[in-house]
């Protein structure tokens, strides 16, 4: 029974696995649409992230359902604690598992480059309006508006 549960495990783990790649491209392109200042697109890449997101967080909630029960099961309180004598397939799962670290760690980096080059992107954009603003105060300091003509009563 465990054996089977190990390898319910493995199969989610290569589904969160293949989930995490994607979402590792997308992050690659959303890299090149924020370089490029393609903002419309920008938004489409995270849609998309966001949807791949929700499949993890579900394929999580089974792993850990999954996970509990092996851990009842050989009263252990954690997973390292597993022999790996008696389940053949524990290996296999810690493999993935670590894969799917180096993946997470690959994703923190980037999504950090991300976030500073859009914090960069904010910032020329705000010094540009500012800069808009402070032309638009001049220009309607040293322009004058339409004069109208002046009726001056004489004394006679």
Request: aromatic residues 6%.
């Amino acid at each position: 029974m465990i054996n089977e549960n190990i390898g319910k495990m493995i199969e989610l783990s290569m589904k969160k696995k293949e989930y995490l790649l994607d979402i590792l491209d997308l992050t690659k392109k959303q890299e090149n649409i924020i370089e490029e200042d393609k903002l419309d697109e920008l938004d489409n890449i995270l849609q998309e992230k966001e949807k791949l997101m929700g499949k993890i967080d579900d394929l999580d909630g089974e792993f850990l359902t999954v996970y509990n029960h092996i851990k009842e099961e050989e009263k252990i309180d954690s997973f390292e604690k597993l022999p790996i004598e008696r389940y053949e397939n524990v290996k296999e799962l810690k493999a993935i598992v670590n894969e799917i670290n180096n993946i997470l760690n690959t994703l923190t980096i980037l999504d950090k480059n991300n976030i500073n080059k859009m914090k960069a992107n904010l910032e020329k954009t705000q010094a540009e309006l500012k800069n808009v603003k402070v032309g638009k105060r001049a220009y309607k300091g040293y322009s004058y508006g339409d004069v109208g003509s002046i009726f001056i009563d004489e004394k006679k």
